[in-house]
């Protein structure tokens, strides 16, 4: 099946095949062009064309059309799927950066943050710092109440004082004295009482019943507790250690033994080496509760002839007062 169409003088074609009236005619298109440029051309022109040929040519067109549809989507929806909108992993990250929260800087924390954790830090510190309770330049007066724990014959309960001087917050000068009173029998265990009453063994007993020392304290550990509310409780950790002496009685009664040569001995004065520590408890900036534990070393006589090495450990346990106050 053919096509003919009549074209108007002065179009201007770039098919290089005609068909006229008379016949065929092949000219190459700048020969025509410059034919309709110089002196135009009378006449018409037929030109046929073969429908099967567009209609193979617009298939094979539907067919690339296919093949593109099926690689990029035939619609938005199919390419959104190709490449994808944005993922909310992106949306996050933008808007923590619009927030501050993070840098617009790849792998940086945000300044304000790193600012704010800074300040954080030096207000902890701060906190951790201030110290309310002072005991430089200050005395402390601390009457106290405990017993010997490491006898195994008798109880020996005690009383007694102690005063300190603070050099400075660590190093402080003390002055420590105790007294003991002697109970009789009333100070035996029941240990004792089988011995001596039943057994017939006669235990060596000796009663502290004084001391005094002078010695130092290091306190090298300070430190707070928080409690309900703002409450602060101030404590510091301190050593003891010095020298004194120490006031023993022999308990003869226990011994079995009166003789001149037990009752020369039966009170004796001892050379002591005093040790210990304990932990001081600040309630206020001019009062505080204190518990230690002291070791005092001596070797005495008994009967005159033999020496013997005590270790009496102390438990006490006191309230102490301070002065002068310090100012707010």
Request: aromatic residues 12%; glycine residues 8%; charged residues 25%.
């Amino acid at each position: 099946m053919k096509l003919q169409n009549t074209l108007l003088l002065g179009v201007l074609f770039s098919t290089p095949a005609f068909a006229t009236e008379d016949g065929v005619d092949v000219e190459s298109a700048p020969s025509i062009a410059q034919r309709f440029a110089t002196q135009g051309f009378a006449g018409e022109f037929t030109f046929d064309f073969s429908l099967d040929g567009l209609a193979d040519e617009d298939e094979d067109e539907d067919s690339d059309d296919d093949d593109y549809d099926d690689l990029f989507g035939d619609d938005e929806t199919d390419m959104d799927d190709l490449f994808g909108e944005q993922s909310d992993s992106i949306q996050e990250e933008q808007d923590a950066v619009r927030s501050g929260d993070i840098d617009d800087r790849v792998g940086v924390v945000s300044e304000q943050i790193i600012l704010e954790e800074e300040a954080e830090v030096d207000r902890l510190i701060k906190t951790i710092q201030r110290k309310n309770f002072l005991k430089l330049g200050r005395y402390e007066f601390s009457p106290y109440l405990g017993f010997v724990t490491n006898d195994p014959f008798i109880n020996r309960y005690l009383f007694g004082v102690n005063g300190a001087y603070h050099a400075t917050e660590i190093f402080a000068f003390e002055l420590n004295m105790g007294y003991s009173p002697d109970l009789g029998e009333s100070d035996w265990k029941s240990i004792t009482t089988q011995l001596v009453n039943e057994n017939k063994v006669s235990p060596d007993i000796s009663k502290l019943t004084f001391f005094t020392n002078f010695g130092f304290q290091f306190s090298p550990i300070y430190g707070k507790v928080a409690l309900s509310g703002r409450r602060v409780i101030n404590f510091d950790v301190f050593g003891a250690f010095g020298m004194g002496l120490t006031l023993t009685q022999d308990d003869l009664e226990a011994l079995g033994n009166d003789s001149p040569e037990a009752v020369i001995t039966q009170n004796q004065w001892h050379p002591t080496t005093n040790i210990g520590g304990g932990v001081r408890i600040a309630v206020d900036d001019s009062f505080a509760f204190r518990v230690e534990g002291r070791s005092m070393v001596y070797i005495e006589t008994i009967a005159s002839n033999t020496l013997e090495m005590k270790n009496n450990f102390l438990l006490a346990a006191s309230a102490s007062f301070f002065f002068p106050n310090v100012g707010r």
